[in-house]
T-cell receptor, first 114, second 110 residues
Framework: DAGVIQSPRHEVTEMGQEVTLRCKPI?????LFWYRQTMMRGLELLIY????????DSGMPEDRFSAKMPNASFSTLKIQPSEPRDSAVYFC????????????FGPGTRLTVL | GQQVMQIPQYQHVQEGEDFTTYCNSS?????IQWYKQRPGGHPVFLIQ?????EVKKQKRLTFQFGEAKKNSSLHITATQTTDVGTYFC??????????FGQGTELSVKP
């Protein structure tokens, strides 16, 4: 298995632009997680899905952030409009059966908003 | 809500010295996991502890889970430069999600 795949690996955009981050979880994993990592705030859980259904989005910072999982092999995290304070590394992770199982992280997307 | 606190935030050691990071939860955990993130990399799973008082070893790394299942530690004996990175604990709560600590960043001076 290729592991969790994220794209793009790097994204540089200007304030106000829409940003879409993509994730392909490990095949057969029921859970998918989106995290944001910054020096100041560490690793923050934004939202997670079980069988494509959002379970907990309490970590989503504001309405500018949205996430979808249209099928078991694909998820997106969208920021619209983006702001400089959204600059961070965004990780996607998946786990097999429960929300406390081992999580397998993707390589991350480094987002820079100018 | 449940919180997982990790200390210290940073640790600088000389190569060959030991290193320990501690993890404390405000509530009883169902399990504790440890992850390592190399600089510029992503968190990678190291180990999971489930039983009260459990101790597991991986070469120079020793992991402990407290008797009350509310704390854990990771100890590295005789650090090497390859140990550099950030170590995260993550606590599982029954019926809840995995909560990550803030991580301990380890630097090793050769």
């Amino acid at each position: 298995d290729a592991g969790v795949i994220q794209s793009p690996r790097h994204e540089v955009t200007e304030m106000g632009q829409e940003v879409t981050l993509r994730c392909k979880p490990i095949s057969g994993h029921d859970y998918l997680f989106w995290y944001r990592q910054t020096m100041m705030r560490g690793l923050e859980l934004l939202i997670y899905f079980n069988n494509n259904v959002p379970i907990d989005d309490s970590g989503m910072p504001e309405d500018r952030f949205s996430a979808k999982m249209p099928n078991a092999s694909f998820s997106t995290l969208k920021i619209q409009p983006s702001e400089p304070r959204d600059s961070a590394v965004y990780f996607c992770a998946s786990s097999l059966r429960t929300d406390t199982d081992t999580q397998y992280f993707g390589p991350g997307t480094r987002l820079t908003v100018l | 809500g449940q919180q997982v606190m990790q200390i210290p935030q940073y640790q600088h050691v000389q190569e060959g010295e030991d290193f320990t990071t501690y993890c404390n939860s405000s509530t009883t955990l169902s399990n504790i996991q440890w992850y390592k993130q190399r600089p510029g990399g992503h968190p990678v799973f190291l180990i999971q502890l489930v039983k009260s008082g459990e101790v597991k070893k991986q070469k120079r790394l020793t992991f402990q889970f407290g008797e009350a299942k509310k704390n854990s530690s990771l100890h590295i004996t005789a650090t090497q430069t390859t140990d550099v990175g950030t170590y995260f604990c993550a606590g599982g709560n029954q019926g809840g999600k995995l909560i990550f600590g803030q991580g301990t960043e380890l630097s090793v001076k050769p």
